[in-house]
């Protein structure tokens, strides 16, 4: 049963915001896990030093390294694909470039990371990929292709846990939403006009985000399949 035994978790995008407090939560419920981050090497090895976890340099954008270090991992309970880019403005300005690298790091990837994890994953083992409520609301302008990447994580999910269901294996998507990190800090200019969308106003800290993760993860929710998870204090209400 995952998560009730001692287990190896591989956590895509674990040195900053959610992905460190994941990387936090399973460690300190005791948890073999392994972490990637794509630049941040100090606080990637000061969170392995501190927790006890392995932090790998992997851009999630290398599909080749990607399949290559999780099939080097062997046997993986739990897979969370949380590496994510925000890229936001007037789609007419834009870069193309960087629209496309968003999608390659926020689709391509967590559907390769997810193929390559259920090779090599147990029976129940658990997939979670971290979406946004964006996929589901999206009130203001500027984030569309970010918001495209997340709902194409609904679909992902949904066709994954029909394909790896016979396994007892079981994929979701955590749906946060404003979420005190570098990414969307908590004293950032937009704040008031995020708040105004949500029925409780204030972003959500990053453990709240690992808790859900680690529910899932749980025997609880070993028949919780294909599901959105949504955490963001009313926003796409
Ligand atoms: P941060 O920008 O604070 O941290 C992103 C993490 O992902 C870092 O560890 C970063 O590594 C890693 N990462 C980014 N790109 C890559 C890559 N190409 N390869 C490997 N690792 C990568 O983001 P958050 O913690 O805020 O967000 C985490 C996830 O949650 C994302 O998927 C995001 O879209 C989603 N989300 C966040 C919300 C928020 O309000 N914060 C709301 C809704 C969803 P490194 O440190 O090396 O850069």
Do not use: C
């Not at 009130?139 to 569309?144: H, K, L, Y």
């Not at 105004?196 to 808790?211: D, L, N, Q, T, Y």
């Amino acid at each position: 049963m995952p998560y009730s035994q001692p287990q190896s978790v591989l956590v895509l995008g674990g040195s900053r915001g959610i992905g460190a407090a994941i990387v936090r939560r399973f460690a300190s419920d005791g948890a073999r896990v392994t972490f990637t981050y794509a630049s941040s090497a100090a606080p990637a090895l000061e969170l392995a030093e501190q927790t006890g976890s392995t932090a790998l340099q992997l851009d999630s954008a290398d599909r080749q390294a990607l399949t290559s270090a999780i099939e080097g991992l062997g046997a993986i309970d739990v897979v969370v694909v949380n590496a994510g880019v925000f890229v936001g403005g007037d789609p007419l300005e834009l870069d193309a470039d960087a629209v496309d690298r968003l999608f390659t790091i926020n689709v391509n990837a967590p559907y390769h990371a997810a193929v390559s994890a259920a090779r090599q994953m147990p029976d129940g083992g658990r997939i979670i990929l971290i979406g946004s409520t964006n996929a589901d609301r999206v009130p203001m302008p500027g984030v569309a292709a970010y918001s495209a990447s997340k709902a194409a994580l609904t679909g992902m999910v949904k066709g994954l846990a029909r394909d790896f269901g016979p396994r007892g294996i079981t994929v979701n998507l955590v749906q946060p939403g404003p979420t005190d990190t570098d990414m969307n800090p908590a004293d950032g200019p937009l704040n008031d006009l995020m708040h105004s969308f949500m029925a409780i106003k204030r972003h959500a800290r990053s453990e709240e985000v690992a808790g859900m993760v680690a529910w899932l993860s749980g025997s609880e929710a070993r028949l919780v399949t294909g599901a959105a998870l949504t955490l963001d204090g009313g926003f796409a209400a």
